[in-house]
């Protein structure tokens, strides 16, 4: 699963792929227009008891790929800041950002004379409309050329797979048309599947994270309020973090951290409020492998099947899959082994069609 993370110039991107990868940028090389690109790996309470009782050779976290897309330069437009359309995005950050499974939008609410905000004043709603804008007029320039294109094809061919995709893109063309981005509106996962290739932006999932500074706290529940008021859909999340501070937090050890956020009334990290609510938007959930020589950490979509599951530890465990020999981590905790979660019923033998549950210890036995 890869994320990007969107926002204008000096809203906090870098503080929050810092903080989130735990990496440190040198300021030199952040100034540089380049991609950043890093993984966070996914902290889990159940995976470090579970290494605790194996103790295995190595211990593999889950992983989610995190990059700081920069590239978004004010003024492209060539419209003075602040004016409608200034934060025009070119079209090649635009081709970047579309590869992402979800975006991060960070949205600045801090003041800070040193970095002044580029529209010169700190306006949340404005800020998220204008990517909006943005990604709205970028996916309608592909929908509708696809359209044009489609209904020639259709003429000449009568291709089956087009005459379906032909109502989907007209849906999307309404929608846009309304000016709503695609993911506020309901898509069966046939539809899904056949708008996949077009990655369209306001289709995305998206996550807001309102960049606040530490004499904000207190507000932080009433500038959430007001944005579900107003904005939030099914496929948008909104959470609150403080960049400046949790930056200099994610340097000092786990107990100094969860000191200091208590002292600073921080209810969750912007680690842990981020991996939740990516987890929640995508649909995601984990299952674990456990050994002697390793014991793991593996994100599926919900609703996957243990067949499809093992085909995430490997392809070949997919293809020659037999049964997987599944126990939840509940189970296994209460009962303390293997061989007793045998006797009280627990361990099980399960078909592919097996739905995985969030928390299953599996092992595949295949071909
Ligand atoms: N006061 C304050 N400054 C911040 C905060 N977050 C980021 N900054 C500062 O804003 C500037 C831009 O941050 P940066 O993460 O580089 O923004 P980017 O351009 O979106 O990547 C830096 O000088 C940060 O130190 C914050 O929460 N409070
Ligand atoms: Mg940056």
Known sequence: MQIGIVGLPFSGKSTLFQTITKTHIDSAVLAKAELH?????????????????????????ATIEVIDMIGLQKGESGLPAGQAGST???????????????????????????????DNSIDMLRDIDSFETEFIISDMEIVEKRLGSIKKQIMKTKDEQLKRELPVLEKCNEILEKETP????????????????YQL????????????????????????DELVK?????????LTF???????????????AAIFMKDYGIKQSALDSIIRSSYDLLGLHSFFTVGDDECRAWTIKKGMNAQEAAGE???????????????????FIAH????????SGHWRLEGKDYIVRDGDIISIRHG
């Open 88 to 118: 025009k995005f070119t079209s090649n950050f635009l081709g970047k950002v579309k590869t992402n499974d979800a975006l991060i939008h960070v949205v600045r609410l801090f003041e800070n004379n040193a970095v002044p905000h580029p």
């Open 182 to 197: 695609l993911r506020e509106e309901h898509f069966s996962i046939d539809e899904m599947k056949l708008l996949r290739s």
């Open 313 to 331: 530890i490997h392809t070949d465990f997919f293809k020659k899959f037999i049964r997987a020999e599944v126990v939840h981590y509940d189970d």
């Open 242 to 256: 403080f960049g400046q501070i949790e930056m200099e937090m994610s340097e000092l050890s786990e107990e100094d």
């Open 37 to 61: 690109q890093a993984v966070i790996k996914v902290p889990d309470e159940r995976l470090d008891k579970l290494t605790g009782i194996f103790n295995p050779k190595k211990k593999v976290k």
């Open 336 to 343: 303390g082994s293997f061989a007793k979660t045998k006797e």
């Open 201 to 224: 932006l306001s289709a995305k999932p998206m996550l807001i994270a309102l960049n606040l500074d530490e004499n904000q706290i207190d507000l932080a529940d009433n500038f959430l």
């Open 230 to 238: 107003k904005k939030l859909s099914s496929n948008t999340k909104a």
